[in-house]
């Protein structure tokens, strides 16, 4: 079950906006890209599976993105984490090159939205959050 966000982090986030890398943990918590699909063009092994050439595998970057041996608290969407490397725009000679415009969007949006609604929360904080994707975090630290 997730918690659902703290009127605490909302009130964080609009006194401080620019003191909070919280895009950054956002984009790591709820990339907007999961996963990606590849073909193996030859045999190999990974963790000691066996994989041929011309098998589909499924690259989770969400999953990497909630590494335990990374992250503190992995599935907890934290305003303040100072360590928010993540794969939500790839990475490497992969990493999307408009990286730099979605981050942007984001703050921009974030505080549009922050502007716009003095204060929200869910209709029913009894239901569990499942967030928009398959891997949802707990909000609210």
């Known amino acids: 079950m997730v918690s659902r966000p703290a009127p605490e ?3 964080r ?12 943990e956002f984009l790591r918590t709820l990339s907007p890209v999961q996963a990606m699909a590849r073909t193996c063009v030859q045999d190999t092994e990974v963790a000691g599976q ?9 690259l989770v970057f969400g999953a990497g993105n909630r590494d335990p041996e990374a992250y503190d608290d992995p599935d907890d969407i934290v305003l303040d984490r ?5 794969l939500a ?5 992969h990493r999307c090159a408009a990286s730099n415009l979605g981050r942007r969007e ?3 949006a974030l505080q549009e939205f922050l502007a716009a609604v ?3 929360s869910r209709t ?4 569990p959050w499942h967030g928009p994707g398959p891997l949802t975090p707990r909000i609210g630290r």
């Not at 986030?13 to 950054?24: G, Q, S, T, V, Y």
């Not at 066996?50 to 499924?58: F, M, T, Y």
């Not at 725009?89 to 000679?93: C, E, K, T």
């Open 124 to 127: 029913d904080p009894t239901e």
């Open 106 to 108: 984001l703050v921009v």
């Open 82 to 86: 100072r360590d928010t490397r993540h």
């Open 118 to 120: 003095p204060d929200f």
């Open 9 to 11: 982090a909302q009130a």
């Open 13 to 24: 986030l609009r006194e401080h906006p620019d003191e909070i890398p919280a895009e950054e």
């Open 89 to 93: 725009f790839g990475v490497g000679l």
């Open 50 to 58: 066996k994989i041929k050439a011309g098998d589909r595998v499924v």
